[in-house]
Nanobody, 121 residues
Framework: QVQLVESGGGLVQPGGSLRLSCAAS????????MGWYRQAPGKQREFVAT???????NYAVSVKGRFTISRDNAKNTVYLQMNALKPEDTAVYYC???????????????WGQGTQVTVSS
């Protein structure tokens, strides 16, 4: 199986920065797209950013220009650099990876356990 382990969340003041990391491990043949989603209290999970294995990126309008997604393919790890954080960025952030599992030709969707980001003074 495949596991995604996130780290880097925490409490930060408005205008501050945080960097999230998510490492995929297990029976991995290839990791395709990786991304970040978030869920605020009382709201549905929403898209934040994605990055393909070739490095093409896509961002939600609400974070474009403030957040940067990147990845290290050798480590099967994706990062989210979050700058100029706002209180409305407060949420649980989830990592997502589309993984071709070893000994198969199928791509499966995996999720991390989530990491809390709180932006407050």
């Amino acid at each position: 199986q495949v596991q995604l382990v996130e780290s880097g969340g925490g409490l930060v003041q408005p205008g501050g920065s945080l960097r999230l990391s998510c490492a995929a491990s297990g029976s991995i043949f290839r990791v395709n797209a990786m991304g970040w989603y978030r869920q605020a209290p009382g709201k549905q999970r929403e898209f934040v950013a994605t990055i393909t294995s070739g490095g093409f990126t896509n961002y939600a309008v609400s974070v474009k220009g403030r957040f940067t997604i990147s990845r290290d393919n050798a480590k099967n790890t994706v990062y989210l650099q979050m700058n100029a954080l706002k209180p409305e960025d407060t949420a649980v952030y989830y990592c997502n990876a589309k993984v071709v599992v070893m000994s198969t030709t199928y791509e499966y969707d995996y999720w991390g356990q989530g990491t809390q980001v709180t932006v407050s003074s």
